[in-house]
């Protein structure tokens, strides 16, 4: 397995969860989250670039989650705050490994649940 998620939950809204996503062995170009809840289609939420210098993020979450990496770029992290119902859903982590690729890559995913 490429990508390892680790640090979803179950939290109170208006509360925090930060997730993990650890590259094996898998050189990355840009590294994304998606999400998919329960019946819906999986959604982008954001990315970041190999050096960390560009973020880009949904519009529902911009301003709540950050996306970062760690200085090893080994590590991707996934700041939620002020999570809401809405948020709930299963959380990927994703690759690419050239400018020109898809997100291909994919993590086994990690569940968030927030409740009211």
């Known amino acids: 397995v490429p990508l390892v998620e680790s640090g979803g939950g179950l939290v109170q809204a208006g509360g925090s969860l930060r997730l993990s996503c650890a590259s094996v062995?898998?050189?990355?170009?840009?590294w994304a989250w998606f999400r998919q809840a329960p019946g819906k289609e999986r959604e982008f939420v954001g990315e970041?670039?190999?050096?960390?210098?560009?973020?880009n993020y949904d519009v529902s979450v911009k301003g709540r989650f950050t996306i970062s990496r760690d200085d090893t770029k080994t590590t991707v992290d996934l700041q939620m705050n002020n999570l809401k119902p809405e948020d709930t859903a299963v959380y990927y982590c994703?690759?690419?490994?050239?400018?020109?690729?898809?997100?291909?890559?994919w993590g086994q995913g990690t569940q968030v649940t927030v409740t009211p």
């Open positions: 970041i670039n190999w050096n960390g210098a560009s973020t």
């Open positions: 994703a690759i690419k490994q050239t400018v020109a690729d898809h997100f291909g890559i």
């Open positions: 062995g898998t050189f990355a170009y840009a």
